[in-house]
């Protein structure tokens, strides 16, 4: 492995990229400190306990790479521009435009991204504004004084919003920036660094209440899911596939993995599903009567905090769906079988064609049940075991009572699929660089 670890660090080109996501990711810190202008900059103590306390929003801030816990410039992180992707997303099954850019190739999902960054703006001073609000609330209802004076909404309000915007655009520029000179899937590595930013903090949370059983506990299960996780993603399907091209029959395969989504349904679902808690607070907050009366039932069933069944039990259909649309809008069944046709191919036993795109189809639909359902599961099973040990009282727990493991389950999902992907790019640069030397 040392060795591994000394070829990659002296080759040039890999190590510049390293250099290069690496500070980056120190300028996002950065920014995740610097406060928004107008802050009382003497409730951040508080508000940053505040925030521990509410686990779930947290990790929502967390898992969206902002800085919540300074009430920073990049407070929204990159969520504006995840939930213009899932618009753009879903609008490109009924708009034919769009459906027809999909079908360019790269030169057409370069206008799609471009589209997604022009609705992120909208989308962020929106999404400000409601952060704001909620924020102010949390904090307004703990401490008696506001983190932001919103009843000036044109000197400080508007402002805020506005800085808060251009912290998510300037996020979206520093991920362009890694993807194109560093380690590559900025988004992604941003999202990485503000999940493992978090993991200190909860270690020293179980240092400072002794409950170092736990601790021990959580650990080798944290450990015990990164390897089921790893051995999950790299497991594919082999689909056997004979060419008769060449006037003589080529055996090859082409591999179907069961998690095809990756990450991006734990994203999707995440920035979905802690709108209605958010929403609810603040209608509780502003708001009497019926729509008050709604806000506090958004709060109690639809909390990441305290979730109720209901609320784990969307959250797992979220996960699940997602999968199913991620991959039915990035694996065109039809086109890899022309493709396999074109190139002389066909499955044995299935006709080159029709039937070939619909064996695929099914295929990937059953791979992609055992992968969605196995995503879900973990993304839910910390929440399940919260509930099961407050009707048992498995393990002691202090605080708000959650268990999770040392990363969340969501949350080591997004780990190890970064950490593969960026091994898979390092080790395809470490091939090109050693074909290079026979030029």
Do not use: C
């Not at 300074?70 to 899932?86: H, K, R």
């Not at 048992?392 to 999902?413: E, K, M, Q």
């Amino acid at each position: 492995m040392v060795g591994n670890f000394s070829k990659i660090w002296n080759t040039d080109s890999i190590r510049k990229k390293i250099l290069v996501t690496l500070g980056i990711v120190v300028v996002y810190k950065l920014l995740a400190s610097i406060p928004v202008p107008g802050t009382n900059i003497a409730l951040l103590e508080s508000f940053a306990q505040t925030l521990h306390n509410n686990t779930g929003l947290a990790f929502f801030g967390a898992l969206m790479g902002g800085g919540l816990e300074n009430f920073s410039i990049i407070l929204m992180g990159l969520a504006p521009y995840i939930n213009a992707t899932i618009i753009l997303q879903l609008l490109s099954v009924i708009v034919p435009s769009l459906e027809s850019l999909k079908k360019e190739g790269e030169q057409g999902q370069k206008k799609i991204n471009n589209y997604a960054r022009y609705l992120t703006v909208p989308l962020a001073l929106a999404q400000s504004y409601g952060m704001i609000l909620l924020l102010n609330t949390l904090i307004g209802g703990t401490s008696g004084a506001p983190i932001l004076d919103t009843s000036n909404f044109m000197g400080v309000v508007l402002p805020a919003m506005l800085v808060i915007t251009g912290g998510t655009m300037v996020l979206l520029w520093l991920g362009d920036l890694i993807t194109e000179s560093g380690l590559g899937n900025g988004t992604s590595i941003i999202i990485f660094a503000g999940v493992l930013a978090g993991v200190p903090r909860t270690i020293l949370s179980y240092f400072s209440t002794e409950n170092y059983g736990l601790l021990l506990l959580l650990t080798l299960a944290t450990v015990a899911v990164i390897y089921v996780i790893i051995r999950f993603t790299e497991w594919y399907r082999k689909v056997p596939l004979i060419y008769t091209r060449t006037g003589r029959e080529e055996r090859s395969h082409f591999p179907i993995r069961i998690n095809q989504a990756g990450m991006v349904p734990i994203i999707f679902a995440v920035s979905l599903v802690t709108f209605p808690s958010i929403i609810g607070q603040i209608l509780e907050q502003q708001w009497s009567g019926t729509l008050a009366n709604i806000g506090e039932w958004l709060v109690t069933y639809m909390s990441m905090n305290n979730p109720s069944w209901l609320y784990i039990l969307i959250y797992f259909l979220l996960v699940l769906g997602f999968s199913f649309f991620y991959v039915s809008i990035t694996f065109n069944t039809e086109e890899v079988a022309e493709s396999i046709q074109k190139r002389g191919g066909y499955i044995p036993g299935i006709r080159p064609g029709k039937e070939t795109a619909e064996y695929l189809q099914k295929t990937s639909d059953h791979l992609n049940l055992f992968g969605g359902t196995f995503l879900a599961v973990i993304a839910v099973f910390p929440y399940v075991i919260t509930k099961l040990n407050m009707i048992y009282n498995f393990f002691p727990t202090s605080g708000s009572g959650h268990i999770d493991f040392l990363i969340s389950g969501s949350g080591l999902i997004i780990v190890v699929w970064v950490i593969l992907d960026i091994l898979r790019r390092i080790d395809t640069d470490m091939k090109s660089y050693d074909y290079k030397k026979f030029y």
